[in-house]
């Protein structure tokens, strides 16, 4: 008999990830309680009580909590490149080519997956964490049953490959609004630092920065101006790490406080 929901406790199992907006290992992520927002640049995606995923690596994400009745619990595991590396030596998956644009891989329901959440218990070390010890078992024991399942992520999991050379004009105008580093940029177009800025500068007449800075704001001012939307409401959105900062940047650009954008609205 499953545990109640409310007995399951956040946590992870795993190295630690990033929080920033690049997805730098692939990630299960199982929502106990509580509602999930995620936008990859191409859709955005909601999840609920008793729904998982895979987040794919290589990736520009953003997601957001949302608590129900005041409740918000999630249980995430890291399968990172190592770990994996060493499951394939060992269990030689069938990897068949697997492609899709989505970074958040919404699995279908199966009985096995709450099972395993609920397995998880005796294993907590009272601080969000399951014991090293124990934990890549139990990685190990939740990637066999998500391949039993849904046996097309072998492709997906165990490509090593880094990301191909690709259009950097189409890449940058779906995914500005991601507030990660010029190099996580060029790392996902397939190519280095200095090939990218050159790419760059050629496709844009612009610099990265300059451009980046330029483009997030228009988007801010369209967004104040049309949509009615609040400078706290969409700093982040456009790619902004903190609201004075964009205060900042937007006066400098525009003459005026969004606020003032605003509160003409």
């Not at 998500?146 to 191909?164: K, M, Q, R, S």
């Not at 330029?214 to 969409?234: H, T």
Request: proline share 4%.
């Amino acid at each position: 008999m499953l545990m109640q929901a409310s007995q399951i406790r956040s946590c992870y199992i795993g190295p630690e990830i990033s929080p920033e907006e690049f997805i730098k290992e692939h990630f299960f992520l199982y929502l106990a309680k509580g509602i999930v927002h995620g936008y990859d640049g191409h859709k955005h995606y909601e999840m609920h009580e008793g729904e998982y995923c895979l987040v794919k690596k290589n990736h520009l994400a953003r997601y957001n909590k949302e608590r129900v009745n005041n409740e918000f619990v999630k249980v995430v595991v890291i399968f990172d490149e190592i770990f994996l590396k060493k499951f394939a030596e060992k269990h030689k998956p069938v990897i068949k080519k697997f492609r899709s644009s989505s970074t958040f891989l919404l699995l279908n329901k199966n009985k096995m997956i709450p099972e395993f959440i609920n397995s998880l218990m005796p294993y907590y070390d009272g601080f969000g964490k399951i014991r090293e010890k124990f934990a890549d078992t139990k990685r190990e024991e939740l990637l066999l049953k998500l391949l039993a399942t849904n046996p097309t992520l072998a492709g997906v999991l165990f490509d090593f490959g880094i990301p191909e050379k690709i259009d950097i004009e189409a890449f940058m105008n779906r995914n500005f609004r991601f507030n990660v580093a010029i190099q996580r940029f060029a790392f996902l177009t397939g190519r280095s630092l200095s090939s990218f800025k050159r790419d760059f500068t050629t496709t844009f007449n612009e610099t990265p920065g300059r451009w980046l800075m330029q483009k997030r704001l228009r988007e801010a001012y369209f967004l104040m101006d049309r949509k009615g939307k609040k400078p706290s409401d969409i700093y982040i959105e456009v790619g902004f790490e903190d609201l004075s900062h964009f205060s900042f940047a937007f006066k400098k650009q525009f003459g005026f406080a969004p606020t003032r954008l605003h509160k003409n609205n």
